[in-house]
């Protein structure tokens, strides 16, 4: 059994930094994937960051903004978040994969419960 539970959200003014983290306890590897994804009410659940060992790839919308990074002997993952907007306000979500990265939400096997994130203009 995999668990994975984030934390760091919070309410920020637009501009400002948020680190979150995801700890993940049970059966889970250094090999997997792992990776960010966000829901903002109403719409869709969105990929916004993924690694495997030195391979990441990030969404269009936070290149240069967001830093995804992990630490595999303490079993954390991270997304560090620069220069927050509005936009970027909605509940963060920590997954994992037995595969690559991947943008594809359906390729992750295992997903925590979520940390909000709200961004004030």
């Known amino acids: 059994q995999v668990q994975l539970v984030e934390s760091g959200g919070g309410l920020v003014q637009a501009g400002d930094s948020l680190k979150l983290s995801c700890a993940a306890s049970?059966?889970?590897?250094?090999?997997?994937?792992m990776g960010w994804f966000r829901q903002a009410l109403g719409k869709e659940r969105d990929f916004v960051a993924a690694?495997?060992?030195?391979?990441?790839t990030y969404a269009d919308s936070v290149k240069g903004r967001f830093a995804i990074s992990r630490d595999n002997s303490n079993h954390t993952l991270y997304l560090q978040m620069n220069n927050l907007q509005p936009a970027d306000s909605a509940l963060y979500y920590c997954?994992?994969?037995?595969?690559?990265?991947?943008?594809?939400?359906?390729?992750?096997?295992?997903w925590g419960q979520g940390t909000q994130v709200t961004v004030s203009s």
């Open positions: 997954a994992a994969a037995r595969g690559d990265v991947s943008p594809r939400r359906d390729l992750y096997d295992f």
């Open positions: 690694i495997r060992w030195s391979d990441t």
């Open positions: 049970g059966r889970i590897f250094s090999s997997y994937a």
